[in-house]
Structures are given as structure tokens and as C-alpha cells.
């Protein structure tokens, strides 16, 4: 089947349809069904078409053609049995705005409309003024009343057409989008209740203040009230009186924080329509509801803009004379059409100019306000700094008046007199000052004793942000302990990004792909290539699909009809703050070469642009980033967040590793509360790093989700433990919650650290009807250049406050600083070292000498000098190392800067965990020293040592964690260790025995306590003296002579003294028999 657009001049194809008939070869015959066919185009679909196919095989016994249907207007009519069957239905269409519209003919789209085709009718919607300042539609709802079929198979598409309004009326089509599937939008008419407005102005003020959501942030005070009630005011008071109220509530700010406890749980939210940024006005109970005439809408809401009287009073005059139009049969009034026009011209710039002027007196009254307080400000600092003056003296006085007395008593050790002060309060009532208490020295030193209380470690593991961190992902597994047993509030970690999880927050509106149409794809700018990319932007809005009656639909034709679209939140434009908290890079994509990356980030936010190329990472492939970027924005106008993470080069262009994109308004205008996780807990305590962080407290934000999703409001009864909450007919308690180890305690005399019953309840209720809880997603990062495949993940969370509100401090997510410290191991002696080697007189022996270093620290390895010819495998050194380091307490690793390879060029952060290795060696001079053992000691699970070499045996490694000890604690530590040598056999060997002393210092302790390397000075801390070593230690080369006294003459030395003799007796024997001869000649010759 071939389909054509009918022309005046030609007959364009639109395509053409396969279609495969059922066959009917039997007598049964059964009314066969419809089926959507695809019409095939050039390159994709260009729609559908609905039919059905039969083929009977004639001549077959048995098998009779069915009766042919109705013959009418050269056509065949379709059969009752096989036509769809129709109701009426109305469609309410909810046009929130187009987002990422892509350039036409090269040419930006900047005010398109909507056509919207259902059911062969098509709902125009208003065009957007600019797209760039604001890319929503005005008016966001409307409806239309159609006939659909009931069976969903037959339901035709939804068409959506996308038309640019340019010069000289031309209204190019820029995108379409076709909706085939539209089932879940389906439903039944119903209308949520809502609380009616009473006609008593005072009344409407407390029902909205009950209704409505309070966006005080915590620990707001007068300053909370102040806006509250400023918020009302504003409906009936002009703007000056306004400011005095709002100076007022400033000034009074510190004397009435005590007072305005409950009235920080009100609830202000603002419903659309908005016609004010900063002011909750006062408005009809279904004056949210947009309808398909945004006139008729519009009209009773303009009476209602506070602050502007005399246009209210014009708009009153306009809507009088058109009821009098309306009774007069449509007759024209007594003004012309021309005046009319006119006079609206003039009422508009009369209009204008009244908020020109409005806008400069708001900037007056905010330069006044803020001038006011910096002088309240400064005048507080001034008291302040007083007071602390005249404190300070009077402490000093006290003292030197003490101690005058001390000195003329006489008696030193009897009595210390101490001045009592009272830690930073004010002088007793009427000005008495207390009499100084008396303690002697003993219980002044005790005292001082108890008052320093050790830290606990589990204390310093969840000291800070981080540990929530490692809890969640299961780094650590003390944390898991440390937490349960606290019942610490925890964050909950997401595998995959947060919309995945959360139905994309499709709560409220849906997003539908854009793309390009027919008529573009065929044309001279069509892509090069069928498998390019046609996507052109995004609409976002939604549907409800639902069966009316015949008398709806006639009602709706005289007056406007309820709709069930209705509080929706405002689609005008607001401001807000943006914080991103990108906390660590997982498995990214290498781009250096030898496999690794030096990542940095890159964010934007509308215009704002964060790049931390400066702190770049080197050589991290899990990086931990430990970043906050903060930008203001306008919603929906810069509505996408886009996060980057680059490898930095020093040579060339840095490469992009792969980015993600955040839509930050869907995450705004959820019910879930995705613009700021809820926590598990509410604490009130600022000094708490668990502090409550959001604007809206627990009440608040129930109350603004009951809102917003149109149930009624919560209510609250009973107190303590029989409190309970209703929620949309749902009944919550409190002792449900808070049974056995979840209930909070509060230790006594300690400020009240957990919120009211009522906000508890209120959180707990939150977290069972599925807010999003305090957490940090993944997000997996993409690069264009290879579409589709993960370049690495992030973990990250964002919060979104509005900026017109008391914005909370940020998360202090900046990564640990790590301590200094000062590591001093005293080599004292070795015991029972094996002898390696052999002296030529056949004795074992070793010239002993320890090697230690850190782990991670191989080049700061130190050594002590050698105990020459130990025959017995003892060595006496008596040798200070000291090795200073960073380490992070919390993690319990040591934090070095350090190449990781010979190619490398700069140094990257490394982790390793406190491992102290001791090595004994044996020394050579013509070989390498041979290793006779070696040992390694966790500084933070150190086994105990033994007090003397015959307990020193490889059985204290065998020690349980719980009974080992960790330096830090000890601060000190003296014993003996064994060494192994497990080379051989991979059994452990005793070889050896080293007596050591391990003690850590802090940098300023180590600065209070000097003391030098080896026996250098400062000889100090303890003082070290030359070992007593034997006198057979010594170096062979060095000492020749001690070589001959110690191993010849001390065993020889009387057999080398006979000899000699022996040797000089010979000696005088031979010289007498040589002369003899001639003596005796020399005797005859004379004689």
C-alpha cells in the first residue's frame, strides 16, 4: 500500500506499507482484528496506519465469504464489529517548556509554539517570548474533549509540533515529536480535596499558614517570624510599611529568638500562578489550576496583586464593564473601541513605570537594610569586645590579688588560693563577686588530671564528613561497628545515577525527545548520514487521558470545568543556588602514557564556569577530589549542569577523560525533595557535624510534599510516645519509629541535641513515603569520541536552595589534612642472631647491623653501625632513628609525596599504612650483606613485646587484635621482637632477637623533646652512651695490630716468648762456632 499527500499540483508520497494478510482457509470465521502498520519512509518512519488484512482461499469445501459490508459513496463502509469503538475522552495537556533547542537553518529558535494533535484535533499553545531568559510557556495547561477509542491498541499517536515564530510572520517547523504509547497517561477523573478559603480575610491567613510551606532555614529565629509574617502583611499593607515591619523584626532580632519556636513550622510554598518572586499572595483554592483560556484565567488573579492598588482598582473598572457587555447582550459601552485602546495603552505604561519605581525603592530599602545592620553588627562586636576587655581585667586583678596574699602567708605548701571565675558568664545578680575557693596542690593537680580527658580513637574515625563517606562504600570495616553502635545517621551510597533510581523524576512532567522533521530530513539540510544524530531538543510537559461524560463536556462550554492537573508549582523564573559536591573519581580511563591519568574538574552552571586545572591530581586513577562549587542560577534557564574530568598535560592540550550532565529542574520541582537529601536524623545542634542542612525543617517539607502531590495536610495528635501523624488517611506513630535501639538519647546536662516529637515523626514519615535521602550517586562519565563505552565513574551529590532564603552552610567535604609526626626508634641490642660467617680459626661469628624504615619509605631507611665479630649473635648499638611523616589519624595511613617511577616528573599523593620493617643483616666487604632476618610491625596493631630474650619467641605474632596495641595510644614502648626468615621454606625461622624502644611524638612534642640522630646531638631524651661492646668487635682491615694481639698473642704469647729464646740462643751458639776459628788463630799467631 502506497500513501500520497494530495496536492493541487502533485501528489507527494509519503510512503509505502508491507502488509502480510491473515489467511481463512476454514469455515470458522472470526472477526479478524486491527492492527498498526509502519509507512516505511526514506529514512525512518513517517507514521502508522491502522487496518486489517484477510485472505480466503475459494474453492476449498466448507469455506463461505462473509456478508460484504455496506456499499456507500463508492466506498465500502467498515463493520461495526471490526470499528473501533469510541468515548468521549478529555485530554489535559500540561506544556511546561521546550529545553536545548538546536539552531534551524542556522538560524537560533527563540519563540516557538506548541500544536498538540489528538485525535484529529489540535491544541494551539501560546508562544514563549524569548527562550533564552525563559524557555517555559505562560501558560502551561489546557485541555481539549475528543473522541478516542477505549481499547488502548487503537489509540492513535500524540503529535507534537514544534513552530518558530520569526519576522514577517514566517512560523518555520523546527521539530516534531510523535507519542505512540501514552497508556500510562490513562485514568480516572477524581480531585483531591483541598482546603477551602473562608471569606474572613483573617481566617484565610491561618489556613494558609497551615497549608502552605515554610522556607526559613534552620536556626532562623526573629528572622524566621519576621518573614512570615512579612510575607502576609505584604497583602494588605503598602511597601514602606512593609520595610518598617522588616526592620523592625531586625532590630528586635536577639531579644525574641526564645519566642518564635512553633512559628518557624509554618509552611510557605508558592503555587502557580506567581506574580511576585518574594510574596505569597492570597488566591482562590483552584486559582492553580490553568486552563485552556489563559484570559479568563488571568483575569480574577491580577485583582489579587498586593502593593499595587490603583492597577488593581483599573483592572477591577475593566472587568465591571465587560460583566455589563456580558448583561447587555454584547452591546458596546459607552466608551468607543479606539478609547478603550487607548486607555489600556496608558494603563500600561502607567504600569510600567509604577514598577520602575517600585524596583528602585526596593533597592533603597535593601542599601538601608543592610546599612542598618552593619551598624547593628559592628555595635554588637564593639559590646563584645568590651566585655571581654573588662573580663579579662577583672580575671588578672583577681589573680594578682591571689597571689599578693600567697606571698605574705608564707606557708607554700599548705594552701593555693584560686581566683573562681565563672568560664565566660556574666557577674552574679546586684554585682557580688564569688570568694575565691581554696585547693590545695595535690587536689589542684588531680583535678587538672580529670579534667583532660583522653580522645577516644572511635571518637577521631568519625570526627568529621569523611567517615560517612567510607562507611557508605565499605572501606573500613571499624566503621560499620563504630556506626551500629552509636546509631550514627549514615548516607545512602547509589550505584548508578540518582534518576535511575527515582523514575527519572517523571512525578510531575515527562520529557519527550525532539526531533527534526520530514520535510528537513529530505531536504538540502538533511544529515549526511541515516545513522547521524536528528535529535533537535526536548519538550517537557505530561498528559491525563480520562472518560467525561456528555454532561461535562456541555458544562465546559459555559463555565470553565475543574481539571485535574492543579498545584502545580511555579513555572516563573527563579533563583537559586547551586552546590556541587564532587567527592572522588572511580576507575577512570588512563590517557598518560604507563597507564595512568592526572585528573582535574571542570563544572558548569549556566554561565558560571568552575575550572580546577591548578589542582590537578598526579598519577590517580581514583582520585578523591573533595571539591564544593558553588554557583547562582536561574531556573529553568540554566537548568543543565554539566561535569567534566580532564587529564592534565604539561605539554600540549589537556584531554577531555568523559563528562556527565545533570537536569537540575526536575530535581527542583520533585515532591522527593532530589534538590537536597534528607537525612536520617533532625539535630539541631550546630556545633554537630550532623547538623540539620536543609531550608525547610521536617514539618515543612511533609507539608510541602502533601501539597504539591494535592493531599490534605498532615495533621498531629498526642504527645511523647502516643504521638501520631495522619498522611493521606494513613496513620504513622512515633513509638513505632523510635523502638529499642533507633530511639535518640540524650545524655544529661548536655544541650538538647535532636529536634521536637513533631519534626521527628515528621522526618520518619518522610523517609516511608520515599523522599531522597541524604546520599551520594554515581555517575558514569562519557566521552563523544567513544559513544557509549564508561570513561570511569564520580561520586557526587547536589543541593539546590533558593537564593532569596537563609542558606545553610555548606558540607565541609575539603579532604583530611594529615598531622605531623616524629617516629624515634633506639636500637638497643640483638640477642641469638645466627653466625653466617667463619674466621679462619674455625669460629662462627657475624658482624651484625639493622636496617629500618616505613612502609612507602624505602629511600629514608636508616642503619646502624656494625657490632664487628659477635661470636655469641649478640650486638649492642645503643643507635636513635628518627623518621618524621604526615599521617591521617582517621585512616590510620601515612601520607608521603614521592615519584612512582623513574619517568615520572612530579610527585604524586600516596596512602600507605604504618608499617615499621626491621631488617638484621650480616655485613661483607668484597659481597653483598647477607639478610639473617627481618620482621615488620604494624604501628596501630603492634604485637606486645617481651621483657627478656628467653620469652621472646615467634608465638607473640600468634597475639589476637584485640590484645595488640597501637603506638598512638601508648605514645611509648620498650621490649624485644623476634625475627624470622621464611625464605626457605615459607615457614617462619626464628633467627634472632632485637630489643627495641618505639616511641611517636606529635611536631610540637618533638620540638619540647630534641634529640638527634644516632648518638649526635642533641644527645638528649634519653641521653646515649657508646655500647659496651667486646673487644674482639673490630674490623679486620681496620685493625691489623688488635688482629694480632687478640688472636695470636693472647693464645700464643709463651709459646712465642720460648721460641724467641730458643731462637737467641741459637743464634749466639752459631755466632760463637763462626768465630771461634779466627779468634783462635789470631790467639797462636800473637801468642
Known amino acids: 500500500i502506497e500513501l500520497f499527500d494530495e496536492d493541487i499540483l502533485s501528489h507527494d508520497p509519503l510512503g509505502r506499507v508491507v502488509c502480510r494478510p491473515v489467511v481463512r482457509n476454514s469455515s470458522?470465521?472470526?472477526?479478524?482484528?486491527?492492527?498498526?502498520?509502519?509507512?516505511?519512509?526514506?529514512?525512518?518512519?513517517?507514521?502508522?496506519?491502522?487496518?486489517?488484512?484477510?485472505?480466503?482461499?475459494?474453492?476449498?469445501?466448507?469455506?463461505?465469504?462473509?456478508?460484504?459490508?455496506?456499499?456507500?459513496?463508492?466506498?465500502?463502509?467498515?463493520?461495526?464489529?471490526?470499528?473501533?469503538?469510541?468515548?468521549?475522552?478529555?485530554?489535559?495537556?500540561?506544556?511546561?517548556?521546550?529545553?536545548?533547542?538546536?539552531?534551524?537553518?542556522?538560524?537560533?529558535?527563540?519563540?516557538?509554539?506548541?500544536?498538540?494533535e489528538v485525535g484529529g484535533q489540535t491544541l494551539s499553545i501560546d508562544k514563549i517570548e524569548s527562550l533564552k531568559k525563559h524557555p517555559n510557556f505562560v501558560s502551561p495547561h489546557a485541555y481539549v474533549d475528543v473522541e478516542l477509542p477505549i481499547n488502548e491498541e487503537y489509540l492513535p499517536p500524540i503529535n507534537i509540533r514544534v513552530m518558530d515564530n520569526r519576522a514577517f510572520g514566517y512560523t518555520p517547523l523546527v521539530a516534531v515529536a510523535t507519542i505512540k504509547e501514552y497508556g500510562k497517561y490513562r485514568t480516572e477523573y477524581s480531585l483531591n480535596e483541598k482546603p477551602a478559603l473562608d471569606e474572613d480575610e483573617e481566617k484565610n491567613k491561618a489556613i494558609l499558614s497551615e497549608v502552605l510551606v515554610d522556607q526559613a532555614g534552620p536556626g532562623s529565629g526573629a528572622g524566621a517570624l519576621g518573614d512570615f509574617m512579612g510575607m502576609l502583611d505584604e497583602e494588605l499593607q503598602d511597601d514602606t510599611q512593609a520595610a518598617d515591619v522588616v526592620l523592625s523584626n531586625i532590630a528586635a532580632k536577639d531579644e525574641a529568638v526564645e519566642d518564635v519556636k512553633d512559628m518557624e513550622d509554618g509552611v510557605i510554598i508558592e503555587i502557580e500562578p506567581k506574580r511576585s518572586d518574594s510574596q505569597a499572595q492570597l488566591v482562590p483554592a483552584d486559582a492553580g489550576m490553568i486552563i485552556s483560556n489563559p484570559a479568563a484565567a488571568e483575569a480574577p488573579l491580577l485583582t489579587e496583586?498586593?502593593?499595587?492598588?490603583?492597577?488593581?482598582?483599573?483592572?477591577?473598572?475593566?472587568?465591571?464593564?465587560?460583566?455589563?457587555?456580558?448583561?447587555?447582550?454584547?452591546?458596546?459601552?459607552?466608551?468607543?473601541?479606539?478609547?478603550?485602546?487607548?486607555?489600556?495603552?496608558?494603563?500600561?505604561?502607567?504600569?510600567?513605570?509604577?514598577?520602575?519605581?517600585k524596583k528602585k525603592r526596593d533597592k533603597r530599602e535593601k542599601k538601608e537594610r543592610e546599612k542598618y545592620m552593619k551598624i547593628v553588627e559592628k555595635d554588637r562586636q564593639k559590646t563584645a569586645k568590651a566585655q571581654a576587655k573588662a573580663k579579662y581585667k577583672a580575671e588578672q586583678a583577681m589573680k594578682k590579688k591571689a597571689l599578693e596574699e600567697l606571698e605574705k602567708g608564707g606557708s607554700s605548701d599548705e594552701e593555693t588560693f584560686i581566683p573562681a571565675g565563672n568560664e565566660g558568664g556574666e557577674a552574679g545578680e546586684g554585682?557580688?563577686?564569688?570568694?575565691?575557693?581554696?585547693?590545695?596542690?595535690?587536689?589542684?593537680?588531680?583535678?587538672?588530671?580529670?579534667?583532660?580527658?583522653?580522645?577516644?580513637?572511635?571518637?577521631?574515625?568519625?570526627?568529621?564528613?569523611?567517615?560517612?563517606?567510607?562507611?557508605?562504600?565499605?572501606?573500613?570495616?571499624?566503621?560499620?561497628?563504630?556506626?551500629?553502635?552509636?546509631?550514627?545517621?549514615?548516607?545512602?551510597?547509589?550505584?548508578?545515577?540518582?534518576?535511575?533510581?527515582?523514575?527519572?523524576?517523571?512525578?510531575?512532567?515527562?520529557?519527550?525527545?525532539?526531533?527534526?522533521?520530514?520535510?528537513?530530513?529530505?531536504?538540502?539540510?538533511?544529515?549526511?548520514?541515516?545513522?547521524?544524530?536528528?535529535?533537535?531538543?526536548?519538550?517537557?510537559?505530561?498528559?491525563?487521558?480520562?472518560?467525561?461524560?456528555?454532561?461535562?463536556r456541555v458544562k465546559a462550554e459555559t463555565e470553565e470545568p475543574v481539571l485535574m492537573f492543579s498545584n502545580l508549582p511555579n513555572n516563573a523564573p527563579v533563583d537559586v543556588v547551586v552546590r556541587v559536591y564532587i567527592v572522588a573519581g572511580i576507575n577512570l580511563t588512563p590517557l598518560d602514557f604507563g597507564g595512568s591519568v592526572d585528573p582535574y574538574l571542570w563544572v558548569k552552571c549556566g554561565k558560571h564556569i568552575h575550572d580546577d586545572k591548578a589542582n590537578y591530581q598526579t598519577k590517580k586513577i581514583n582520585p578523591e577530589f573533595g571539591k564544593m562549587f558553588e554557583s547562582r542560577c536561574s531556573l529553568p534557564r540554566d537548568s543543565q549542569l554539566i561535569i567534566k574530568v580532564y587529564d592534565h598535560d604539561l605539554i600540549g592540550s589537556n584531554d577531555i577523560v568523559g563528562g556527565t550532565t545533570i537536569d537540575l529542574e526536575d530535581r527542583y520541582l520533585s515532591w522527593k525533595r532530589a534538590s537536597c537529601g534528607v537525612p536520617q536524623t533532625y539535630i539541631v545542634d550546630k556545633e554537630n557535624k550532623d547538623v540539620w542542612r536543609d531550608t525547610l525543617k521536617p514539618i515543612a517539607l511533609l507539608k510541602r510534599m502533601c501539597l504539591l502531590k494535592g493531599w490534605a495536610p498532615p495533621t498531629f495528635k498526642g504527645k511523647q510516645t502516643s504521638l501520631r501523624c495522619y498522611v493521606n488517611g494513613s496513620e504513622y506513630k512515633l513509638k513505632y519509629f523510635e523502638s529499642g535501639n533507633r530511639r535518640p538519647v540524650e545524655k544529661p546536662g548536655t544541650t538538647k541535641k535532636h529536634g521536637s516529637d513533631e519534626h521527628r515523626l515528621a522526618l520518619y514519615v518522610l523517609h516511608e513515603?520515599?523522599?531522597?535521602?541524604?546520599?551520594?550517586?554515581?555517575?558514569?562519565?562519557?566521552?563523544?569520541?567513544?559513544?557509549?563505552?564508561?570513561?570511569?565513574?564520580?561520586?557526587?551529590?547536589?543541593?539546590?536552595?533558593?537564593?532569596?532564603?537563609?542558606?545553610?552552610?555548606?558540607?565541609?567535604?575539603?579532604?583530611?589534612?594529615?598531622?605531623?609526626?616524629?617516629?624515634?626508634?633506639?636500637?638497643?641490642?640483638?640477642?641469638?642472631?645466627?653466625?653466617?660467617?667463619?674466621?679462619?680459626?674455625?669460629?662462627?661469628?657475624?658482624?651484625?647491623?639493622?636496617?629500618?624504615?616505613?612502609?612507602?619509605?624505602?629511600?629514608?631507611?636508616?642503619?646502624?653501625?656494625?657490632?664487628?665479630?659477635?661470636?655469641?649473635?649478640?650486638?649492642?648499638?645503643?643507635?636513635?632513628?628518627?623518621?618524621?611523616?604526615?599521617?591521617?589519624l582517621a585512616e590510620q595511613k601515612v601520607v608521603a609525596f614521592q615519584k612512582l617511577s623513574f619517568f615520572s616528573f612530579e610527585?604524586?599523593?600516596?596512602?600507605?599504612?604504618p608499617t615499621l620493617h626491621i631488617q638484621v643483616y650480616d655485613y661483607d666487604v668484597f659481597s653483598t650483606n647477607d639478610l639473617?632476618?627481618?620482621?615488620?610491625?604494624?604501628?596501630?596493631?603492634?604485637?606486645?613485646?617481651?621483657?627478656?630474650?628467653?620469652?621472646?619467641?615467634?608465638?607473640?605474632?600468634d597475639t589476637p587484635p584485640a590484645n595488640r596495641i597501637s603506638i598512638f595510644d601508648k605514645k611509648k614502648i620498650k621490649g624485644l621482637w623476634p625475627v624470622y626468615d621464611d625464605s626457605l621454606t615459607g615457614?617462619?625461622?626464628?633467627?634472632?632477637?632485637?630489643?627495641?624502644?618505639?616511641?611517636?611524638?606529635?611536631?610540637?612534642?618533638?620540638?619540647?623533646?630534641?634529640?638527634?640522630?644516632?648518638?649526635?646531638?642533641?644527645?638528649?631524651?634519653?641521653?646515649?652512651?657508646?655500647?659496651?661492646?667486646?673487644?674482639t668487635s673490630f674490623s679486620f682491615f681496620l685493625n691489623p695490630f688488635t688482629v694480632f694481639k687478640i688472636l695470636i698473642w693472647e693464645k700464643y704469647k709463651w709459646k712465642i716468648l720460648m721460641s724467641f729464646i730458643i731462637l737467641l740462643c741459637i743464634c749466639f751458639l752459631a755466632l760463637i762456632i763462626y768465630t771461634s776459628p779466627g779468634a783462635m788463630t789470631n790467639a797462636l799467631w800473637s801468642g
Open 987 to 1031: 615457614e617462619k625461622e626464628l633467627t634472632g632477637k632485637i630489643e627495641l624502644e618505639i616511641e611517636i611524638l606529635t611536631e610540637e612534642e618533638a620540638i619540647e623533646k630534641p634529640a638527634g640522630q644516632a648518638r649526635n646531638d642533641p644527645n638528649e631524651n634519653p641521653t646515649l652512651e657508646p655500647p659496651n661492646r667486646p673487644v
Open 769 to 888: 513515603l520515599g523522599v531522597v535521602p541524604e546520599h551520594i550517586e554515581t555517575r558514569t562519565l562519557y566521552n563523544d569520541d567513544c559513544p557509549g563505552i564508561p570513561q570511569g565513574k564520580i561520586h557526587l551529590w547536589v543541593d539546590i536552595f533558593p537564593y532569596d532564603r537563609n542558606l545553610p552552610p555548606p558540607v565541609d567535604i575539603r579532604p583530611r589534612v594529615p598531622q605531623k609526626y616524629v617516629l624515634r626508634v633506639i636500637v638497643w641490642n640483638t640477642y641469638d642472631v645466627i653466625l653466617q660467617d667463619e674466621n679462619f680459626m674455625g669460629e662462627r661469628m657475624s658482624d651484625i647491623f639493622c636496617k629500618i624504615w616505613m612502609e612507602g619509605l624505602p629511600k629514608y631507611a636508616q642503619e646502624t653501625d656494625v657490632h664487628f665479630r659477635s661470636l655469641t649473635g649478640e650486638g649492642n648499638f645503643n643507635w636513635r632513628m628518627t623518621y618524621d611523616f604526615d599521617y591521617l
Open 28 to 116: 470458522n470465521y472470526q472477526v479478524g482484528k486491527l492492527r498498526w502498520y509502519p509507512i516505511g519512509g526514506t529514512k525512518r518512519s513517517k507514521g502508522d496506519l491502522l487496518a486489517g488484512f484477510e485472505l480466503f482461499k475459494l474453492g476449498t469445501s466448507g469455506v463461505e465469504l462473509p456478508l460484504m459490508p455496506p456499499f456507500e459513496g463508492m466506498r465500502y463502509l467498515v463493520p461495526t464489529d471490526i470499528r473501533p469503538k469510541l468515548q468521549l475522552t478529555r485530554v489535559e495537556v500540561l506544556t511546561w517548556g521546550v529545553r536545548l533547542m538546536k539552531d534551524y537553518k542556522m538560524i537560533p529558535v527563540d519563540a516557538p509554539h506548541i500544536d498538540i
Open 431 to 552: 554585682g557580688d563577686e564569688k570568694p575565691p575557693s581554696r585547693l590545695s596542690r595535690k587536689e589542684t593537680r588531680k583535678k587538672k588530671l580529670e579534667e583532660e580527658v583522653p580522645i577516644h580513637p572511635d571518637d577521631i574515625l568519625v570526627s568529621d564528613w569523611w567517615s560517612k563517606y567510607y562507611q557508605c562504600i565499605g572501606s573500613d570495616p571499624r566503621l560499620d561497628r563504630i556506626f551500629k553502635e552509636r546509631n550514627l545517621p549514615t548516607i545512602k551510597l547509589y550505584e548508578e545515577e540518582l534518576e535511575e533510581d527515582h523514575n527519572k523524576f517523571r512525578d510531575l512532567m515527562d520529557v519527550v525527545r525532539l526531533n527534526r522533521p520530514d520535510n528537513e530530513l529530505d531536504s538540502d539540510y538533511a544529515p549526511d548520514s541515516e545513522d547521524e544524530d536528528d535529535h533537535v531538543g526536548l519538550f517537557k510537559g505530561s498528559f491525563k487521558i480520562y472518560p467525561i461524560t456528555e454532561e461535562m
Open 932 to 957: 639473617l632476618g627481618w620482621t615488620e610491625l604494624s604501628l596501630v596493631s603492634l604485637v606486645p613485646p617481651t621483657k627478656g630474650p628467653k620469652e621472646c619467641s615467634l608465638d607473640v605474632y
Open 305 to 357: 496583586i498586593p502593593g499595587d492598588e490603583d492597577n488593581a482598582g483599573n483592572i477591577t473598572m475593566k472587568l465591571e464593564e465587560k460583566e455589563l457587555e456580558a448583561a447587555n447582550g454584547g452591546k458596546t459601552t459607552k466608551k468607543s473601541e479606539k478609547q478603550m485602546e487607548k486607555d489600556l495603552k496608558m494603563e500600561e505604561k502607567l504600569a510600567k513605570k509604577e514598577a520602575k519605581l
Open 907 to 913: 610527585k604524586s599523593l600516596e596512602k600507605y599504612p
